[in-house]
């Protein structure tokens, strides 16, 4: 078994991975009797040929998705598209050795990437006749009686652990990057709206707005000034 591995993998590492050699892989993984040292082996392989593929994937998907991605770093894409082909490779089981792994494994990947853009998209693409349509106005109005009362209620304490689970929770993905980057967990300032604005890759004025807004429509200001983050004569975050 060992030996059959060492095979392919010698001409894996100088060419790539071959019609041949994915099927040999694929012989060896349909085999019941495979070890999990040679499991770990054969995943190894694949991870190392389709990395670049994968990353590959998501510098076109946030091509694909321009306007919805443009504030999400190739970098951060190519993590999800990692963690997609990981995914594929730890639940691949080809019934036959001509199996592609390939056209398996970029559902996975693109999955994750949806899912990468979802998170990380400061924007809802849900429409307003959807949202009404979604729920009876009773509904709605029970849930934001909920939130109102949970956010009256966390408001009574100045502990971190809260607000930052607060801020969790009722922030959109864009603003709470950009109070995660600015603030450290006490809610000391670590980075000026400059060095947030090209982290995020946006305009200072961006950064500037979006967190005044958060806090000033949360009502979180006098949680920050019982911090000493910013005094009366610095209500606008201008540091």
């Not at 392989?45 to 994968?54: D, P």
């Not at 603003?175 to 947030?196: G, L, P, Q």
Request: net charge positive.
């Amino acid at each position: 078994m060992m030996f059959s591995l060492v095979l392919i993998m010698l001409p894996f590492m100088a060419w790539g991975l071959s019609i041949s050699q994915l099927r040999s892989i694929n012989r060896l993984i349909m085999n019941p009797n495979l070890s999990c040292r040679s499991k770990h082996l054969l995943e190894s392989m694949l991870y190392k040929r389709y990395e670049q593929w994968a990353i590959k994937i998501g510098s076109n998907f946030k091509k694909q998705h321009f306007y919805k991605c443009k504030h999400i770093p190739y970098h951060e894409m190519s993590i999800y598209s990692r963690i997609g082909l990981l995914n594929a490779i730890r639940i691949y089981k080809p019934t036959k050795e001509s199996a592609m792994f390939h056209l398996y494994a970029i559902h996975h990947v693109r999955g994750q990437l949806y899912k990468g853009m979802t998170e990380l998209s400061p924007v809802v693409n849900v429409s307003k006749k959807k949202l009404r349509t979604a729920s009876t106005v009773y509904e709605r109005a029970i849930h934001c009686d909920d939130i109102l009362k949970n956010h009256n209620q966390k408001l009574q304490t100045n502990d971190p652990k809260v607000l930052w689970s607060y801020i969790e929770e009722s922030a959109d993905p864009f603003t709470r990057r950009c109070i995660t980057y600015k603030f450290d967990y006490d809610f000391n300032i670590i980075r000026s709206n400059k060095e947030v604005a090209a982290l995020m890759e946006c305009s200072e004025e961006t950064i500037r707005s979006k967190i005044l807004k958060y806090f000033v429509d949360q009502h979180l200001g006098i949680v920050l000034v019982k911090h000493g983050t910013v005094g009366s004569c610095d209500p606008s975050l201008k540091q």
